[in-house]
């Protein structure tokens, strides 16, 4: 790396006496800043009777114009800018991107919906209806949860991810306006928030900036969450039908936060296998119609921590008995964790996993984000610029153990029935 770059990856890092952690990248390619706020709750802080309530905060974060005041969207957009937000599992990621010269504007307007939070019964009636439809979008397309939720919820009982990250209708209907802010108030304190402010600033400028903005706020962290006890062989076997075929999903946990190393053996792993081992059994098993591996919840490694998933998951002919394509399954991962990648192999897998690691982080929103969700999940890691060096220094030794892990650990078999022949 160039010294010029260098400069420019110097990451500043500072914590408000609130407890705020504030990271601070500054990128002069382009004349944009990006601004993430990150609170370390999730769906899987929803209580058993609201499942939902952190995504319908998330939503409640963006008030509408009301007593004079205008609404979050119309603020960014005012400033020339773009917002939006996502909740995951054990994280809620508000994002925004606009002229570099619209920081002030976009912190004052982070600061404002986390103090101004008081929604009232118009405010969740307006955001129930948009909730239904990303809850049968997402459960349509992905056959009722099939795998990751239905896995989730085999493997750490029902309570755990019953519903997904977006939520049960029923539950939703019933979360009164009280409920919604004890959550928040609950939530997001300054202990369990992370800002990130990634773009063309000044980090001095920038750190005095989000002072201004966020410097009264309350202390607190995030509330105890109950750990999570994988269950040995547990198997759930849904329908669909609108599902053409017979679909095995095989889930593992991954090493929890406090291994990083481990969890990119992990990773490395699922491309070692991805990249010829899979298309190698599927061409010499007939009745194996297609293999694919995923190390991370929905297919994104490092986006949750609490804990996360490898799923592999097997479409086969409705014949093909699932006890004789786990034991097939074992047997592959067996002569991996014996003999351990080929050299070519490893550098390969991680040379792609590198690839699409720096493609991701080129913009600055999704870095931003990633500060944000590094800071609050994976605090033994100094971000998301510690990966590289972690992925070169991953061996052959570290993807054979792995893959001895994942043919032992824990795992849940979760099957999807069609309806269709
Ligand atoms: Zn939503």
């Known amino acids: 790396m160039s010294q010029v770059q260098d400069r420019m990856r110097t990451v500043h890092r500072v914590t408000l006496a609130s407890g705020l952690r504030v990271?601070?990248?500054?990128?002069?390619r382009h004349d944009l800043v990006a601004v993430a706020l990150t609170a370390g709750s999730g769906s899987r802080d929803d209580p058993p009777h609201a499942r939902g309530l952190a995504h319908l905060v998330e939503h409640l974060m963006f008030p509408r114009e009301q007593d004079g005041l205008a609404g979050h969207l119309h603020t960014v957009e005012a400033a020339g800018?773009?917002?939006d937000a996502n909740t995951f599992r054990d994280h809620t990621s508000y994002f925004s991107v606009a002229d570099a010269d619209s920081l002030e504007p976009l912190l004052n307007a982070e600061a404002a919906r986390l103090v101004r939070f008081a929604p009232d019964q118009r405010a969740l009636d307006g955001e129930l209806p948009v909730i239904e439809e990303e809850i049968r979008g997402a459960m349509f397309a992905s056959h009722g949860g099939f795998p990751w939720t239905a896995a989730a919820s085999a493997l750490w009982g029902p309570d755990c991810h019953t519903g997904?990250?977006?939520g049960i209708m029923t539950h939703l209907r019933a979360v009164t306006p009280a409920e919604a802010t004890a959550f928040h108030r609950a939530h997001y304190t300054a202990g369990n928030l992370v800002l990130s402010i990634v773009g063309a600033v000044d980090p001095v400028r920038a750190e005095a900036t989000a002072r201004a903005a966020f410097g009264e706020f309350t202390p607190g962290d995030?509330?105890?969450?109950p750990p999570l006890i994988a269950r040995q062989g547990v198997r759930a076997v849904h329908t669909a039908k609108h599902f053409r075929g017979t679909a095995l999903a095989i889930a593992t946990p991954l090493p929890d936060a406090a291994d990083p190393a481990g969890y990119i053996a992990h990773a490395v792993l699922a491309e070692v296998l991805s990249a010829a081992r899979l298309p190698r059994w599927r061409e010499c098993q007939s009745r194996l119609r297609s293999a694919t591996i995923r190390c991370g919840f929905n297919g994104e490694w490092f986006n949750t921590a609490s804990p996360d998933l490898l799923v592999t998951t097997l479409l086969?002919?409705?014949?093909w008995p699932a006890r004789e394509v786990i034991a097939e399954w074992s047997g592959l991962l067996g002569e991996l964790s014996s003999v351990g990648p080929g050299k070519g192999e490893l550098q390969r897998a991680i040379a792609l996993l590198l690839l699409g690691h720096h493609r991701q982080l080129d913009s600055l929103v999704t870095r931003a984000v990633a500060h944000g969700r590094f800071a609050v999940l994976f605090p033994s890691l100094?971000?998301?610029h510690q990966i590289p060096r972690l992925l070169s220094a991953t061996t052959a030794r570290?993807?054979?153990?792995?893959?001895a892990t994942v043919r032992t650990a824990p795992a849940a078999w979760v099957e999807l029935i069609g309806g269709a022949r």
């Open 222 to 225: 995030r509330p105890p969450r």
């Open 382 to 384: 100094d971000g998301p």
């Open 316 to 319: 086969r002919e409705r014949d």
């Open 398 to 403: 570290q993807v054979a153990d792995a893959a």
């Open 23 to 28: 990271v601070i990248e500054p990128d002069h």
């Open 81 to 83: 800018g773009l917002c």
């Open 164 to 166: 997904g990250d977006h």
